[in-house]
């Protein structure tokens, strides 16, 4: 855990976490469903 801006976070290596992220989707064997979608756009804040 690192301190951020006074708020504990856990330390993550971001470059790997991407990478993860990128392939698990390029081979997920199925299109995401509009949720999917959706909630992946709300969890960065953007809230389409």
Excluded: D, I
Aim: overall charge positive; aromatic content about 8%; proline content about 4%.
């Amino acid at each position: 855990m690192v301190k951020v801006r006074g708020v504990w976070t856990p330390k993550l290596n971001y470059k790997q976490l991407a990478e993860t992220v990128l392939s698990a989707l390029a081979f997920n064997p199925s299109r995401l469903t509009g949720a999917e979608v959706k909630g992946s756009s709300n969890c960065h804040g953007l809230g389409y």
